[in-house]
């Protein structure tokens, strides 16, 4: 018996909130693991022990300011009444963008389609888990950014829908 996805969806949403990187789950003969791909960091290049001396003040540093992390429905674009006209549809995970169940199989949505909130607009696949990303508007799809069976990023944008 598999995990059901819902509950496997569920556990990653939990486990996003947290420094965790991997975890294994088993249970009455079933096993589960869920590895986070970490961020590659540039290589380090070795600092001088002292600056070296400056002739005139150096600029003033500006603080960093903390960005709230991408989410998976985020306004693209906007009017000058500030009223959003699409809403991006965005990857929630690294993986392979799917627009189909299968290759034989029509895409879940084409352009010009009405979609509805909870409606699987494509597959995102990740380590060999097929994971159906759901749109959590409702709208009409404007644009289908993404290629079939291409490398999507976490946050990056797939589809932009105009809200109804």
Do not use: W
């Not at 496997?8 to 986070?36: H, M, N, P, W, Y």
């Not at 022990?49 to 989410?71: D, E, G, Q």
């Not at 985020?74 to 000058?80: K, T």
């Not at 060999?128 to 993404?146: D, F, H, Y």
Request: aromatic fraction near 6%.
């Amino acid at each position: 018996m598999a995990f059901d996805l819902r509950d496997i969806r569920q556990f990653i949403r939990f486990l996003s909130d947290t420094d965790v990187a991997e975890v294994e789950i088993k249970e009455e003969g079933r096993s589960l693991r869920i590895t986070r791909a970490t961020a590659q960091t540039a290589p380090v290049m070795p600092q001088p022990l002292a600056p070296p001396p400056m002739s005139r003040p150096a600029p003033m540093a500006v603080p960093a300011v903390a960005l709230p992390p991408p989410s998976p429905f985020m306004p693209s674009s906007s009017q000058d009444d500030g009223k959003e006209t699409t809403v991006a549809i965005t990857a929630p995970m690294v993986g392979t963008f799917y627009k189909s169940a299968s290759p034989e199989s029509a895409p879940f949505v084409k352009l010009g389609d009405v979609v509805k909130k909870g409606q699987v607009v494509c597959i995102i696949e990740a380590m060999k888990l097929m994971n159906e990303i759901e749109s959590e508007v409702n709208g009409r799809v404007v644009s289908i950014i993404k290629e079939n069976a291409t490398p999507v990023e976490y946050g990056e944008e797939m589809f932009l829908v105009e809200p109804s």
